[in-house]
């Protein structure tokens, strides 16, 4: 039995690009129940495997699963009225060449090369940085490559800096702030003894220096803007928090800071913090004996 044109074009997306792809149930969007019994985590990088699926579902359309194929895809639904893509590329920058399908509801899809591996989320509204999931392909019925930007003709691009640093951006997992500035924390300490320690926020943030600044492409973290900050130390605490906006920065945590200040800065730090570390386990010792 021939292969249906959407058959062969999954297997092109396999042989060509190396994308684990599977089969949609047909007129649908779903991954097709009836061979992927965990949906797009069942996608599949052997061609007779898909030589199988399509010639018992011949009308199925095709999707890709992102992750597996060390993608992200930026999906701009452009028909949707409060679609934030123009300001996102006003703000970032706009994308650079790579391919890009047109979608069935007028929407776009930005294809790029994953390089963190997890984190990314939703830049907008309107706009999804999609990673996790999977996306319909070309060859579906509704999908297209834009001829201006084919697969077969504009290679796979990164996604630059600014947006990247945008889709993977982590809320803070520092406790919530006590009013206290950042600067009366451990870290605030160390921070100011290093020489990395910048200007107040009213809420008792800090800009400061990224440690990685040698890492950054886009001339922020400098500790003259707010891209890369340290929070205050919430009450019955001294550590404080830390948190980079920027990509090569987007998973690290106020371990890895500890592990590459200066020693003379931890130093002065433990010392700066010493008499409060010792009234915080007072309190501690206190509350335990009143609960005991």
């Not at 200066?262 to 915080?280: H, Y």
Request: net charge positive; with cysteine.
């Amino acid at each position: 039995m021939k292969l249906s044109p959407t058959g062969r074009s999954a297997i092109a997306y396999i042989e060509r690009f190396g994308w684990h792809v599977g089969p949609t149930k047909p007129g649908t969007k779903l991954p097709h129940p009836r061979f992927l019994r965990h949906g797009h985590l069942d996608a599949t990088d052997n061609p007779e495997q898909i030589r199988i699926w399509y010639r018992r579902e011949p009308d199925a359309g095709v999707f890709v699963s992102c992750a597996a194929s060390k993608l992200v895809v930026i999906d701009r639904d452009t028909y949707k009225p409060d679609c934030t893509f123009g300001e996102l590329e006003a703000r970032l920058g706009r994308l650079p060449d790579t391919p890009r399908a047109l979608t069935q509801r007028g929407g776009e899809h930005y294809y790029f090369k994953d390089s963190v591996g997890t984190g990314y989320r939703n830049p907008g509204p309107g706009v999804e940085a999609k990673h996790e999931g999977y996306v319909l392909a070309p060859a579906t019925p509704g999908y297209r490559w834009d001829a201006g930007a084919h697969l077969l003709d504009v290679p796979i691009a990164d996604l630059p800096d600014a947006w990247l640093a945008c889709v993977t951006a982590r809320p803070t997992t520092a406790l919530p702030s006590s009013g206290i500035d950042a600067r009366d924390s451990w870290l605030g300490a160390a921070f100011q003894a290093a020489g990395w320690l910048g200007d107040a926020h009213a809420d008792g943030r800090r800009n400061a220096r990224c440690p990685w600044l040698h890492e950054h492409s886009d001339g922020r973290g400098d500790g003259n803007d707010s891209s890369t900050v340290l929070f205050a130390r919430a009450s019955g605490r001294t550590l404080g928090g830390f948190r980079c906006s920027h990509a090569h920065c987007a998973s690290r945590t106020w371990r890895d800071v500890v592990e590459v200040l200066p020693s003379k800065a931890k130093w002065k730090a433990d010392q700066a913090m010493s008499r409060e570390r010792n009234q915080v386990a007072i309190r501690q010792l206190a509350s335990m004996r009143r609960a005991g």
